[in-house]
């Protein structure tokens, strides 16, 4: 059975440093969260919102987690006015999934659009 795990972020500001351990914090807590290996993985499509200019989150999975066999890719997310700033969104396809329910990760501001998912305090 393929399933669909989403995930959110933010950064505070548009540095690479940040956006690399960003987007390694919310793929590691995904996959310890959801008991999942890297065979799971179908593949996972990253937004990120108009202000983040540079790093891409999927080269940093890639460098840091070695996730160099799943396909990913990350596009802009749409300009909303008064939209979440800053953000990491991620769509995970999985497959085979050990837990019978997903969960969903959310992190840090990001917890403001779905907060039935987050999984930190507010910040």
């Not at 540095?15 to 390694?24: D, H, Y």
């Not at 999942?36 to 891409?56: A, G, H, Y």
Request: glycine share 2%; proline share 6%; net charge neutral.
């Amino acid at each position: 059975m393929i399933k669909a795990i989403r995930t959110a972020t933010t950064v505070d500001q548009d540095l690479p440093e940040l956006i690399k351990a960003a987007s390694v914090e919310i793929m590691s807590l995904m996959l310890e969260t959801n008991q999942l290996k890297l065979e799971n993985i179908i593949s996972v499509f990253f937004s990120i919102t108009p202000d983040l200019k540079s790093f891409n989150p999927a080269t940093a999975i890639r460098e840091n987690l070695d996730w160099t066999e799943i396909p990913m890719i990350c596009f802009q997310e749409a300009f909303i006015e008064g939209g979440l700033p800053y953000c990491i969104r991620a769509l995970i396809h999985v497959q085979n999934c050990p837990k019978p329910e997903i969960k969903h990760i959310y992190l840090h501001k990001a917890q403001s659009l779905r907060s039935e998912w987050s999984q930190v305090k507010k910040i």
